[in-house]
T-cell receptor, first 111, second 114 residues
Framework: KNQVEQSPQSLIILEGKNCTLQ??????????LRWYKQDTGRGPVSLTI?????NTKSNGRYTATLDADTKQSSLHITASQLSDSASYIC??????????FGTGTRLLVSP | KAGVTQTPRYLIKTRGQQVTLSCSPI?????VSWYQQTPGQGLQFLFE???????NKGNFPGRFSGRQFSNSRSEMNVSTLELGDSALYLC?????????????FGNGTRLTVT
């Protein structure tokens, strides 16, 4: 069954600290993996899109990694800010262009 | 450039009624897709349109339907509403029907079925 699992479900960190969110998937065939940020009450916003051949991709303080062999991805947030408080959703595009969504990690950055 | 616009923002309906949600994509975007988001299930894909043709459909009952107009605007209809249809419905657009295009989401329509 095509699935995307994210961990942890929720996370609280202090402002200025770094954190890493995990995404494991069983989607096959694999086309690409995306990370989205969703603020409360708003739609998701794209952070990165990574294909099979890309190991790392950065977007400002956000760095995503992909290990297609182990079917794992991580999103690393450096020097967290209060505005990073949001849900982070991992999405895998598989065969027939179907998107499989993870249930997200809810991050709270505390002052 | 204006983002994806969804109307209405909030909607309250009674079980058994039907509802139509509207989505205006970013100007020039020809691909529109719809998603249901609930706290328990997360985001789930409903359907995707490109140039007025449905390209993909998720695993939802036939009560859920959609269409896309020649100006790329899209509507989603849910008939015979059930309590479990209460959710945030999100629309997203992308520039082309291409695999690596990022999705641009609207802020959704929150539907409550009583």
């Amino acid at each position: 069954k095509n699935q995307v699992e994210q961990s942890p479900q929720s996370l609280i960190i202090l402002e200025g600290k770094n954190c890493t969110l995990q995404c494991n998937y069983t989607v096959s065939p694999f086309s690409n993996l995306r990370w989205y940020k969703q603020d409360t009450g708003r739609g998701p916003v794209s952070l990165t899109i990574m294909t099979f051949s890309e190991n790392t991709k950065s977007n400002g303080r956000y760095t995503a990694t992909l290990d297609a062999d182990t079917k794992q991805s991580s999103l690393h947030i450096t020097a967290s800010q209060l505005s990073d408080s949001a849900s982070y959703i991992c999405v895998v595009r598989g065969g027939f262009q179907k998107l499989v969504f993870g249930t997200g990690t809810r991050l709270l950055v505390s002052p | 450039k204006a983002g994806v616009t969804q109307t209405p923002r909030y909607l309250i309906k009674t079980r058994g009624q039907q509802v139509t949600l509207s989505c205006s994509p970013i100007s020039g975007h020809r691909s529109v897709s719809w998603y249901q988001q609930t706290p328990g299930q997360g985001l789930q894909f409903l359907f995707e349109y490109f140039s007025e043709t449905q390209r993909n459909k998720g695993n939802f009952p036939g009560r859920f339907s959609g269409r896309q107009f020649s100006n790329s605007r899209s509507e989603m209809n849910v008939s015979t509403l059930e309590l479990g249809d209460s959710a945030l419905y999100l629309c997203a657009s992308s520039l082309r029907d291409r695999d690596r295009e990022p999705l641009h989401f609207g802020n959704g329509t929150r539907l409550t079925v009583t």
